[in-house]
């Protein structure tokens, strides 16, 4: 994957000349007014700091220092002049009425930014309340994600916690070149459409070094992504690390060149997952690396499956997401359930090109077993439960 190399050394550089740039000129928002009380609301404060500092011809930084800042919805506009740094020291809170948030679709949106850094700091969404409302039945707010960028280019988030999103706590779409890292996302193991991080209509996306616990998918992985690196990320509990859902619609972008390496997912529902609506689609997946997972007591460690239809509004159909050369190379660990890889491919478009490495899974109470439907692929090298491919 020599594309993902290059993009992780790119941004490598792009990180440090904006952590560099963060010490070029300051503005704090305690001195536009806000108060780090978790009270009075700052978000006028945050604009206006975020118009200063897109219209400077200067690179700026956006300083948030120690403190609680309650922050209602806020949409950060460029394109700006200059490269941005919004340096965050403290936490920025959303309002305790779940409703203020859920009323919108996106907490913090940063759009059409070229050059865009995001660092440490904490996000409480404090999403609580609102997961009760929806587990409740109640007629609910849409909910809102955390904090979402779109349209924007060459943007590093380093070091930023996440806690107790509403929905999804980082979304990325329609971007290029984005360094995700040393990013910690904190929500309950039964907390609904709690998606670590999402990545969509995206390219050169690398997401490293991270920690990831939550209620869905610790990563997804949406129509329109390419060349993206996940590496080195911890995950659990959550719903694994996924591709997809795909081919809701008839018209859909596909997914490719995607590395997932050297990271442990830990009591999570799925493993790795790929899936798929049972429609027709114009999708595909191809180019997928799966390589140094370790699974500690996942539930299915290795999934494709593409019978989606949660609604059952998909009869006598099949997917046409059309998936090939997917390989899990070095995939280790403990199953929950026997049949630790499963492949259900699409009966009118099989799987081609599936190709498992040394998959040393075990059953946590037996020999583990694997099994295939549609699915065309090898199995190489030593791997401990026997192939149905």
Avoid at 25 to 42: E, Q, S, Y
Avoid at 195 to 202: A, Y
Avoid at 318 to 327: F, L, P, R
Wanted: one cysteine or more.
């Amino acid at each position: 994957m020599a594309t993902a190399n290059l993009v992780t050394c790119f941004l490598s550089i792009l990180l440090m000349m904006m952590l560099f740039s963060s010490s070029l000129a300051f503005i704090n928002v305690v001195t536009l007014g806000a108060k780090p009380d978790g009270k009075t609301d700052a978000t006028s404060s945050f604009l206006k700091a975020w118009t200063l500092a897109c219209s400077s011809v200067n690179p700026q930084t956006i300083y948030i220092p120690t403190g609680n800042f309650l922050i209602k919805p806020a949409v950060f506009r460029g394109p700006c002049k200059n490269r941005m740094v919004v340096r965050i020291d403290g936490t920025l809170l959303a309002p305790s009425d779940y409703r203020v948030l859920g009323s919108s679709t996106n907490w913090l949106l940063f759009v059409k930014i070229t050059g865009l850094s995001v660092i440490g700091g904490t996000l409480n969404a404090q999403g609580a309340t609102y997961w009760a409302c929806k587990n409740a039945g109640k007629s609910c707010p849409a909910g809102a994600r955390s904090i979402t960028f779109n349209y924007a280019d060459n943007v590093v988030i380093n070091g930023l916690t996440s806690i107790n999103s509403q929905l999804t706590h980082v979304v990325i779409n329609r971007c290029n070149n984005v360094m995700v890292k040393g990013v910690k996302i904190v929500a309950p193991d039964q907390s609904p459409n709690t998606d670590g991080i999402h990545v969509q209509f995206s390219s050169g996306v690398t997401i490293t070094s991270s920690s990831i616990k939550t209620g869905d998918d610790c990563v997804s992985i949406g129509p329109g992504a390419k060349n993206l690196l996940i590496d080195r990320v911890s995950c659990g509990p959550g719903h694994g690390i996924s591709i997809g859902s795909l081919g809701k619609g008839a018209n859909e972008q596909g997914v490719q060149n995607v590395t997932v390496k050297n990271s442990v997912l830990t009591g999570t529902d799925n493993g790795l997952r790929i899936k798929s609506w049972a429609r027709p689609s114009t999708g595909f997946v191809t180019g997928v690396l799966y390589r140094n997972i370790v699974m500690n007591k996942v539930k299915n460690p290795i999934i494709i499956d593409q019978n989606y239809c949660p609604s059952n509004n998909c009869p006598n159909q099949s997917s046409g997401v059309k998936i090939k050369e997917v390989t899990y190379q070095n995939i280790q660990g403990t199953s929950t359930t026997q049949v630790a890889v499963n492949f259900e491919c699409s009966s009118s478009n099989p799987c081609r090109g599936i190709r498992l490495q040394g998959v040393k899974l075990t059953y946590v109470n037996g020999i583990a077993t694997s099994s295939c439907s549609n699915a065309g692929g090898t199995a190489v090298g030593v791997n401990t439960l026997k192939s149905c491919l």
